[in-house]
T-cell receptor, first 112, second 114 residues
Framework: TQLLEQSPQFLSIQEGENLTVYCNSS?????LQWYRQEPGEGPVLLVT?????EVKKLKRLTFQFGDARKDSSLHITAAQTGDTGLYLC????????????FGPGTRLSVLP | DAGVTQSPTHLIKTRGQQVTLRCSPK?????VSWYQQALGQGPQFIFQ???????QRGNFPDRFSGHQFPNYSSELNVNALLLGDSALYLC?????????????FGSGTRLTVV
């Protein structure tokens, strides 16, 4: 069974600081997605990465997929209070894209 | 364009009872997946429905069952509720089972079993 690990589990920072959260797997990802979940809401898709070494930017968020496709990182520049939430990575369990497996998430708190 | 709609938003049930949760997928989506999210954890995959059939199933007992209707909406049924079934139940829709374009999640149903 492929397991996803995310670190850190919790992160509390001041507004304006930079941060990086990580997602790691024991096996090679077929594809990886990052989601953000706010309290009382469902996860919202941020990005999908497929190719090893791929880097995608979404405003202040930078997503990187490891060359070996076993790890990924999310970097936030100049964090804002609106970035607060649970950041989840998810990957397909098999090559047919079925059965997404989620990591446990990183809970980020950005303080004013 | 409506997203994924789940009902009810909150529910309180007693141990041993049965519950039915409902989900309407995003317009244009034909696949519905259900997840259980315990407090402080990531979502756990329950099962996926496509063309009115269960296509994939996670590690959940037979007490968890589902259905998909011709209009692609779906129900999740849980029988003989246990205290440990208390969680946020999320419905996610996608176009096709691969979900390669990502899943669209509803806001979930918060189930509390007392």
């Amino acid at each position: 069974t492929q397991l996803l690990e995310q670190s850190p589990q919790f992160l509390s920072i001041q507004e304006g600081e930079n941060l990086t959260v990580y997602c790691n797997s024991s096996s090679v990802f077929s594809s990886l997605q990052w989601y953000r979940q706010e309290p009382g809401e469902g996860p919202v898709l941020l990005v999908t990465v497929v190719t090893g070494g791929e880097v995608k930017k979404l405003k202040r968020l930078t997503f990187q997929f490891g060359d070996a496709r076993k790890d990924s990182s999310l970097h936030i520049t100049a964090a804002q209070t609106g970035d607060t939430g649970l950041y989840l990575c998810a990957e397909t369990l098999d090559n047919y894209g079925q059965n997404f497996v989620f990591g446990p998430g990183t809970r980020l708190s950005v303080l004013p | 364009d409506a997203g994924v709609t789940q009902s009810p938003t909150h529910l309180i049930k007693t141990r041993g009872q049965q519950v039915t949760l409902r989900c309407s997928p995003k317009s244009g989506h034909d696949t519905v997946s259900w997840y259980q999210q315990a407090l402080g954890q990531g979502p756990q995959f329950i099962f996926q429905y496509y063309e009115e059939e269960e296509r994939q199933r996670g590690n959940f007992p037979d007490r968890f069952s589902g259905h998909q209707f011709p209009n692609y909406s779906s129900e999740l049924n849980v029988n003989a509720l246990l205290l440990g079934d208390s969680a946020l139940y999320l419905c996610a829709s996608s176009l096709g089972t691969r979900g390669s374009s990502g899943y669209t999640f509803g806001s979930g149903t918060r189930l509390t079993v007392v």
